[in-house]
């Protein structure tokens, strides 16, 4: 209640001072033509000044009254001009200057109902930061992020390795038994996992690699370990994956990799405002053939649209939804009708995707809409495929993931 008093009181204040003149009627207000007739009688007795000190000849004072007084007149014409043109009836002008008060206190009470929230308390920066900072350490672990992973993932799903591989891994590792301080061959198991898929093998292996640094990891092995937890969690950055980045980062701040992965962070952290300018510059860098510059592409339409702002230049904004027509349209169809437009949508974007293919929040739309359906078998058959075609691209397997879990196909 405290909040509308004061408020109210605010918007009066602030309407009246701006709508005050137009309620008093313009009547006989001040002109500019009277300022200025009110500087040629001053010039006039200026002349008269100077003529008396000498400053002026009689003949250069004649001439300047003369033309002072031409200047006079003229102005009285205008101010007689603005008076015909400006002077309003009063009431007409107390009538419209009421209107348009109540038209704005209206305009500015009906939008602040629909997109304000008069009850939430105030937020200051500090509590802010607190509950940011809250949120962010109850994310889930690496650990506790791998292990969700594999809990939920059917055996199909799961990467298995061919014997043939398998075989080389395991004759590798028992190499490195006898050689536990061969920095090489450890990088070399690491690149193996990580290659066949097995990233939470490879990323245990990675920290092995950094481990033996003693400190002195090289920055390439500490952005191998970052990339390698954030494929094992399926694109999710774990707060073990961002310190490695910060780490990153701090020793080569312009690090492409590392930038994009911070902005995947930013992202899935809420603050699209921020992974937006730092995924547009990367995108704006270059080279275009970089493995970073795809996924940036394919998805900066859509952090552009959450950020508020226009996408890049070059990149299609995304397609737009159903419009009111298509809502009206909607609404007055039968149950079975609008069931039957639903399924011939997904359908369609369905077909469209096994032959044209698509950016990654179209494959996410069709998982979603598919899991609503009950379509759950056709749904986590296009999980797994989206898996396949975006294997690598932590942001577009991070979009597809979330789709799969709002469509119910994984907890």
Not at 234 to 257: C, F, H, M, T, W
């Amino acid at each position: 209640m405290q909040f509308w008093i004061v408020g109210g009181v605010l918007a009066v204040v602030c309407l009246l001072v701006v709508f005050l003149p137009l309620l008093r009627g313009f009547g006989r207000a001040s002109r500019r033509a009277s300022y200025d007739m009110q500087v040629y009688r001053d010039q006039l007795r200026e002349v008269e000044t100077e003529l008396a000190r000498g400053v002026l000849t009689p003949e250069e004072a004649e001439a300047t009254r003369a033309e002072v007084s031409r200047r006079l007149l003229a102005a009285a014409d205008a101010e007689g001009a603005e008076a015909e043109t400006h002077t309003a009836p009063r009431r007409v002008s107390r009538i419209a200057g009421a209107l348009l008060l109540i038209a704005v206190a209206g305009l500015a009470l009906g939008i602040y109902d629909r997109v304000g929230v008069p009850g939430y308390p105030d937020l200051p920066l500090a509590l802010r930061e607190q509950r940011m900072a809250e949120a962010r350490a109850s994310r889930p672990s690496q650990e506790e992020a791998e292990a969700a992973i594999a809990a939920n993932a059917d055996a199909a799903q799961r990467p298995q390795l061919r014997p043939e591989d398998a075989a080389l891994v395991e004759k590798l590792r028992a190499v490195l038994k006898d050689r536990p301080g061969d920095l090489e061959g450890h990088r070399l198991l690491a690149r193996s996992l990580g290659s066949m898929g097995q990233f939470p093998e490879a990323r245990a292996a990675q920290e092995a690699v950094i481990a033996m640094q003693n400190g002195n990891a090289t920055v390439n092995d500490e952005l191998q370990l970052a990339e390698l937890m954030i494929l094992a969690t399926n694109g999710y950055v774990s707060p073990q994956a961002e310190a490695v980045i910060a780490k990153v980062l701090a020793r080569d701040p312009q690090n492409p990799v590392a930038r994009y992965y911070s902005g995947l962070t930013l992202l899935q952290g809420g603050r699209p405002d921020l992974a937006y300018p730092l995924w547009a510059r990367l995108l704006e860098e270059g080279p275009p053939d970089a493995p970073w510059i795809a996924p940036i592409r394919n998805d900066i339409a859509e952090v552009a649209r959450l950020a508020g702002m226009p996408p890049p230049e070059g990149v299609a904004t995304p397609a737009p939804g159903p419009n009111q027509a298509d809502i009206t349209a909607a609404e007055q169809m039968t149950p079975e009708e609008r069931q039957a437009m639903i399924t011939g949508m997904v359908d369609q974007l369905n077909e469209r995707l096994a032959t044209e293919g698509g950016p990654p929040a179209d494959w996410a739309r069709l998982i979603r809409a598919l899991g609503v359906l009950g379509r759950t078998d056709q749904a986590k058959e296009t999980w797994e495929e989206a898996q396949t075609k975006f294997a690598g691209n932590g942001a577009a397997l991070a979009e597809i993931n979330a789709a799969a879990q709002a469509g119910g196909l994984t907890q």
